[in-house]
């Protein structure tokens, strides 16, 4: 099946510091990539949709420059926390999906801890 | 009222038991997915459903596109089952999932 990787599966920052998060799809080519967050116990949060070569459409209420995601290739999104702050801790899940298909693979996530 | 319920929110077995995790969702769907998240937090994806019945080892998910419900069926559970299971429905005409609150299983040896 599809397989969807994330890079670093855990990281931690101090406050005020900058993070990028990869997703990649590694046996397809990922049209659209879609970027989640997750608080614990809680179900995943769509943040951003992005397609190869545009601009990421944010959902209501992400802030998009802090958040700041690039989708250059066909199997590589990327996600950046500027300015990161301890409430930005959380769980950030990458999907991604392919021309013909609807069905989304998901990344194994990324656990991020501000301090 | 949450477009996607699932229930039950909580559930624990006795390791071999019979289970069922149910979906209803309120909107048009194209297809639903079932996905099953470990401790760890890792999603993966067990079924995609767009009518009828699949069925993958001991795992067996079904959808009644009338009824507008789906049920994700785990035979002879095992300890290795415990996770939350996620129903996701994609709303027709669009690509985005809407989620279910999820199914935290816990299965006992």
């Known amino acids: 099946g599809a397989v969807v990787s994330q890079h670093p599966s855990w990281v931690i920052c101090k406050s005020g510091t900058s993070v990028k998060i990869e997703c990649r799809s590694l046996d397809f080519q990922a049209t659209t990539m879609f970027w989640y967050r997750q608080f614990p116990k809680q179900s995943l949060m769509l943040m951003a949709t992005s397609n190869e070569g545009s601009k990421a459409t944010y959902e209501q209420g992400v802030e998009k420059d802090k958040f700041l995601i690039n989708h250059a290739s066909l199997t590589l999104s990327t996600l950046t926390v500027t300015s990161a702050h301890p409430e930005d801790s959380s769980f950030y899940i990458c999907s991604a999906r392919g021309a013909l298909s609807y069905e989304q693979y998901f990344g194994p996530g990324t656990r991020l801890t501000v301090t | 009222k949450n477009e996607v319920e699932q229930s039950p929110q909580n559930l624990t077995a006795q390791e071999g038991e019979f289970i069922t995790i149910n979906c209803s969702y309120s909107?048009?769907?194209?297809?639903l997915h079932w996905l099953q998240q470990h401790p760890g937090g890792g999603i993966v994806s067990l079924f995609m459903?767009?009518?009828g019945k699949k069925k993958h080892g001991r795992l067996i998910a079904t959808i009644n596109i009338q009824e507008k419900h789906s049920s994700l069926h785990i035979t002879a559970s095992h300890p290795r089952d415990s996770a939350v299971y996620i129903c996701?429905?994609?709303?027709?005409?669009?690509?985005?999932?809407?989620f279910g609150t999820g199914t935290r299983l816990k299965v006992l040896a």
């Open positions: 459903l767009s009518s």
């Open positions: 996701a429905v994609l709303g027709g005409g669009t690509y985005k999932y809407i």
């Open positions: 909107v048009g769907i194209s297809a």
